[in-house]
């Protein structure tokens, strides 16, 4: 397979891209930042786009200059088509592994500390909503709640469990709960 280095102005995209990527920008433009241009765009041979039009759009708001290019010139205008449908919507049958995504998680950030939940796009993301340290998570906000009932001249150790993915989520949490109350006193470990 064949990569060119091509000007960003000679690539047109497709008018009719049926899938909206313009929600997506922001994380493809981060990660080109992070991790560089990984993936080339994909064009016919009129350099019209038949995949990668979120990253398209990302290293237009970089303001990247040449962008890599794979020109699929032995495609039939129905392989066009259909590969530009398939590459869409083939991601919508993927599924995540939860245990082994939350194994790949912990190991990152325990390991590097570089990135974030956010970073990765997982914050608030409900594919988790049903995992056991949902449940704990869970648990921690009501524990949170018996601390604001009873606060006063009360001292009470709280040790929460949980994957180390949580850990500084939930140690924000306590410091915003801590500084909301104006409590003195409180030790975060």
């Known amino acids: 397979m064949e990569i060119v280095d091509m000007p960003i102005g000679q690539i047109k995209p497709y008018k009719k891209n049926p899938r909206k990527n313009e929600k997506a920008v922001p994380e493809v433009v981060k990660s080109i930042k992070e991790f560089g241009f990984r993936q080339p765009l994909v064009v016919d041979s009129s350099m019209v786009l038949i995949v990668g039009h979120t990253r398209l759009l990302a290293a237009k708001e970089l303001g990247l200059a040449n962008v890599p290019v794979h020109i699929a010139s032995t495609l039939t205008p129905a392989q066009v088509r259909a590969y530009r449908i398939m590459d869409n919507r083939t991601s919508d049958h993927a599924e995540w592994e939860k245990d ?22 997982f914050v608030n993301d409900p594919l988790f909503d049903d995992d056991d340290w949902s449940s704990d998570l869970k648990k921690a906000e009501k524990d949170f709640d018996a601390i604001e009932e009873n606060i006063d001249g009360i001292q009470q150790t709280i040790k929460i469990s949980c994957p180390q993915t949580l850990a500084d989520s939930i140690k924000d949490a306590v410091r915003d709960l801590v500084a909301e109350n104006a409590w003195s006193g409180v030790s975060i470990v």
């Open 100 to 121: 082994t995504l939350l194994q790949e998680l912990d190991d990152l950030l325990v390991e590097d500390g570089k990135y974030d939940l956010d970073f990765l796009g």
